[in-house]
T-cell receptor
Framework: ETGVTQTPRHLVMGMTNKKSLKCEQH?????MYWYKQSAKKPLELMFV???????ENNSVPSRFSPECPNSSHLFLHLHTLQPEDSALYLC???????????????FGPGTRLTVL | AQKITQTQPGMFVQEKEAVTLDCTYD???????LFWYKQPSSGEMIFLIY??????QNATEGRYSLNFQKARKSANLVISASQLGDSAMYFC???????????????FGTGTRLQVTL
């Protein structure tokens, strides 16, 4: 596979369930990101990882727990979510920025999450 | 104040015509990057074009070009010869600062929905 893949593509869960979203990038990038896209709101950055280390947590509730075991894989563990957490969750990866090199982020297809 | 403003919630264009999607940005940092992404109904964000704040020329990628007016803080996307497959949401995004050696952060606008008609 090429690019950035995400599984599952669709997920329906109850508020008491525990589930995980998976992201894998095949681009040799060092940085990975989780974004949340709700209806009629701009894309919101949730977490940033650089070389497996978390560098950004954008005030995300603790019911979302990220994990980055290596530069190619990123997980988002979900537990006791609320209906307002229903959204499209997008993963992205990018090269680490350095002079003369564009740090363009490349996105996966997203996981559409519905919390009942 | 919003960092990225896209004032056109929706646009219509006829097939084979050109269309301009507006984007203005707000930053006091001299180093920044501007990105445009396309999001079809399937959900994936597709990178289209990039413009760096120090780039002297407007960026072009095939049918996409970026009309970069630094003094006005605008970075409009121009799509030439529109095709039916161009129908999608289009997002402008900005990375502020120099993120050398680290991961960057993007701020996105609210998007413009483009509909290409026959």
């Amino acid at each position: 596979e090429t690019g950035v893949t995400q599984t599952p593509r669709h997920l329906v869960m109850g508020m008491t369930n525990k589930k995980s979203l998976k992201c894998e990038q095949h681009l040799g990038h060092n940085a990975m990101y989780w974004y949340k896209q709700s209806a009629k709101k701009p894309l919101e950055l949730m977490f940033v990882y650089n070389f497996k280390e978390q560098t950004e947590n954008n005030s995300v509730p603790s019911r979302f727990s990220p994990e980055c075991p290596n530069s190619s894989h990123l997980f988002l563990h979900l537990h006791t979510l609320q209906p307002e957490d229903s959204a499209l969750y997008l993963c992205a990866s990018s090269p680490t920025a350095h002079r003369g090199h564009t740090d363009t982020q490349y996105f996966g297809p997203g996981t559409r999450l519905t919390v009942l | 104040a919003q960092k990225i403003t896209q004032t056109q919630p929706g646009m219509f264009v006829q097939e084979k015509e050109a269309v301009t999607l507006d984007c203005t940005y707000d930053t006091s940092d001299p180093s920044y990057g501007l990105f445009w992404y396309k999001q079809p109904s399937s959900g994936e964000m597709i990178f289209l074009i990039y413009q760096g704040s120090y780039d002297q020329q407007n960026a072009t990628e095939g049918r996409y070009s970026l009309n970069f007016q630094k003094a006005r803080k605008s970075a409009n996307l121009v799509i030439s010869a529109s095709q039916l497959g161009d129908s999608a949401m289009y997002f402008c995004a900005m990375r502020e600062g120099d993120y050398t050696g680290t991961a960057s952060k993007l701020t996105f606008g609210t998007g413009t929905r483009l509909q290409v008609t026959l």
